[in-house]
């Protein structure tokens, strides 16, 4: 059984609550759209970060803390959409960086059925380059 998730951001996009298999899948991170924080990246960025994070990282924590055990959540898929697709009721764009993990934890099941747990945030420095304002 799979139920839906959807959060209004800053770009709507789908969530998706797998019941039986205790999976949870987002975007993480979408190129060419301002993000929550107000920053854009480009879509070799979002790639190159899905990428990475794959070879070097693969590490989950809750709210940019540290506290869940490994075997919490982990991560069993993490690639770059080839093609706009639907999930759930939301869209994905091709280029767009998704993700899904396995939830083991209770408490952080519940919130994902509840949708208070509503997707993946990138914890991450970069060199950031100002952008001047032509209106």
């Known amino acids: 059984m799979t139920d839906i998730l959807r959060v209004n951001t800053v770009c709507d996009v789908a969530k998706n609550v797998d019941l039986d298999e205790h999976l949870f899948t987002a975007v993480v991170l979408r190129p060419e759209v301002v ?7 480009s879509a070799e960025v979002v790639k190159q970060a899905c990428h ?3 070879a070097y990282c693969m590490h989950t924590n809750l709210q940019h803390s540290y506290d869940l055990e490994k075997s919490d959540m982990m991560i069993v898929e993490s690639y770059i959409a080839p093609a706009d697709l639907k999930l759930g009721e939301g869209d994905v764009l091709k280029g767009d960086w998704i993700m899904t993990a396995k939830i083991n934890n209770e408490d952080l099941w519940k919130a994902c059925k509840e949708g208070t747990f509503t997707g993946f ?3 991450c420095s970069s060199l950031l ?3 001047e ?3």
Do not use: A
């Open 35 to 41: 993000d929550s924080h107000g920053d854009i990246y």
């Open 52 to 54: 990475d994070y794959v």
């Open 121 to 123: 945030s990138v914890g």
């Open 129 to 131: 380059e100002v952008l």
């Open 133 to 135: 304002d032509e209106s």
